[in-house]
């Protein structure tokens, strides 16, 4: 079974800070990762996702995600904080199927942004 | 914009009555999801499909049923609502290569 523990529901950084969301995960087979940002009263947006190429990922609005596999561990980073990233993010694994994500989801975070 | 349509986008209904949540999409993919989101909880699988009457059971699927009868569609029924089944619901279609994506949601309220 897989599973992902995002550590801290709530991360808070000032404007211009680095941004850094923990996730670590479990899976017994080569896992696609994904993060997803949820603003309010919205859907899921997909960030960025890592499907086996290269471990450091980039996404959109300037975020970015490192794979390693000694760690388990596939946290998303951003340079330089912005008030309009204030929102929840997701991390998500799934097994690499053929065209299917089955996704298992963690508790999610919720970035605040301190100007 | 993956071409998914949720409805309705919010519902109020009564304890004990059915309720059937319909996802529409515009694109022609084989697998389709639905998740329900909770505080404290992420989101979480109830049901998924992999092509025309073909559904199986996620994590929390009891108290639902879901059907398949046409590729564009994939509908989600609560056959006797109860508060516990006030949440978010999602459905999310898979893009081979690119991940999964999400329809806006249904906010569903049981009271």
């Known amino acids: 079974a897989q599973s992902v523990t995002q550590l801290g529901s709530h991360v808070s950084v000032s404007e211009g800070a680095l941004v850094l969301l923990r996730c670590n995960y479990s899976?017994?087979?080569?896992?696609?990762l994904f993060w997803y940002v949820q603003y309010p009263n919205q859907g899921l947006q997909l960030l960025l996702k890592y499907t086996s190429a290269a471990t450091l990922v980039k996404g959109i609005n300037g975020f970015e995600a490192e794979f390693k596999k000694s760690e388990t561990s596939f946290h998303l980073t951003k340079p330089s904080a912005h008030m309009s990233d204030a929102a929840e993010y997701f991390c998500a694994v799934s097994d690499s199927g053929a065209g299917s994500y089955q996704l298992t989801f963690g508790k999610g975070t919720k970035l605040s942004v301190i100007p | 914009d993956a071409g998914i349509t949720q409805s309705p986008r919010h519902k109020v209904t009564e304890t004990g009555t059915p309720v059937t949540l319909r996802c529409h999409q515009t694109e022609n993919h084989r697998y389709m999801y639905w998740y329900r989101q909770d505080p404290g909880h992420g989101l979480r699988l109830i049901h998924y499909?992999?092509?025309?009457?073909?559904?199986d059971k996620g994590e929390v699927s009891d108290g639902y049923s879901v059907s398949r009868s046409k590729t564009e569609d994939f509908l989600l029924t609560l056959e006797s609502a109860t508060s516990s089944q006030t949440s978010v619901y999602f459905c999310?279609?898979?893009?081979?290569?690119?991940?999964?994506?999400f329809g806006q949601g249904t906010r569903l309220t049981v009271v």
């Open positions: 499909s992999y092509g025309v009457k073909d559904t």
């Open positions: 999310a279609i898979s893009v081979a290569g690119e991940g999964a994506f």
């Open positions: 899976s017994s087979v080569p896992p696609y």
